[in-house]
T-cell receptor, first 114, second 113 residues
Framework: AQSVAQPEDQVKVAEGNPLTVKCTYS??????LFWYVQYPNRGLQFLLK??????LVKGSYGFEAEFNKSQTSFHLKKPSALVSDSALYFC????????????FGAGTRLFVKA | GAGVSQTPSNKVTEKGKYVELRCDPI?????LYWYRQSLGQGPEFLIY????????DSGLPNDRFFAVRPEGSVSTLKIQRTERGDSAVYLC???????????FGSGTRLTVV
């Protein structure tokens, strides 16, 4: 069975500083990993995904994520945070054993202060 | 359409009533998913359609929940004998094919009173 954990309920950073939102996962086979963002009063938006290939994945709005197989992690990063990045971020995972059920984490709320 | 459309955006119903929630995916997207999201939690998987068939319905909580996608496009999530615990935001998502990143709709907020 697959699972995903986001160990931080919230992350606070100052504008211009780098940000990291953490995610760890557990799957039976190889992982397919995703990050989504939810802005207030708006639907979930896809940010980026890791399927195979380079461990560093680049996505929308300047975000990137690093896949680390040995640590079973897929942390979301951005070199320089913007106030407009403040939102709820969800990590998601499914495995490659044939199903398409994608499991979401509980979410991490990011606060970027000016 | 340009995005995933869900109707209604809000639904208030009395305990015990039947409700239908509609999802109109992006044109050409063969994969369609239903999730529900309770306050303070991540989306919880309910069911996945590939075309007209339910490829994985393991997330449906009980037999009061049922979903259809008869023509491989619009899907309807049906909830019988609603309970207060069914109150949540029901999200629909679609993708070009299974396994890719999803495009989510804005959701239907269901409140059972």
């Amino acid at each position: 069975a697959q699972s995903v954990a986001q160990p931080e309920d919230q992350v606070k950073v100052a504008e211009g500083n780098p940000l990291t939102v953490k995610c760890t996962y557990s799957v039976s086979g190889n992982p397919y990993l995703f990050w989504y963002v939810q802005y207030p009063n708006r639907g979930l938006q896809f940010l980026l995904k890791y399927i195979t290939g380079d461990n560093l994945v680049k996505g929308s709005y300047g975000f990137e994520a690093e896949f680390n197989k040995s640590q079973t992690s897929f942390h979301l990063k951005k070199p320089s945070a913007l106030v407009s990045d403040s939102a709820l971020y969800f990590c998601a995972v499914r495995d490659d054993t044939g199903g398409f059920k994608t499991i979401f984490g509980a979410g991490t709320r990011l606060f970027v202060k000016a | 359409g340009a995005g995933v459309s869900q109707t209604p955006s809000n639904k208030v119903t009395e305990k015990g009533k039947y409700v239908e929630l509609r999802c109109d995916p992006i044109s050409g997207h063969t994969a369609l998913y239903w999730y529900r999201q309770s306050l303070g939690q991540g989306p919880e998987f309910l069911i996945y359609f590939q075309g007209t068939g339910a490829a994985d319905d393991s997330g449906l909580p009980n037999d009061r929940f049922f979903a259809v996608r008869p023509e491989g496009s619009v899907s309807t999530l049906k909830i019988q004998r609603t309970e207060r615990g069914d109150s949540a935001v029901y999200l629909c998502a679609s993708s070009l094919r299974g396994g890719q990143g999803y495009t989510f709709g804005s959701g239907t907020r269901l409140t059972v009173v």
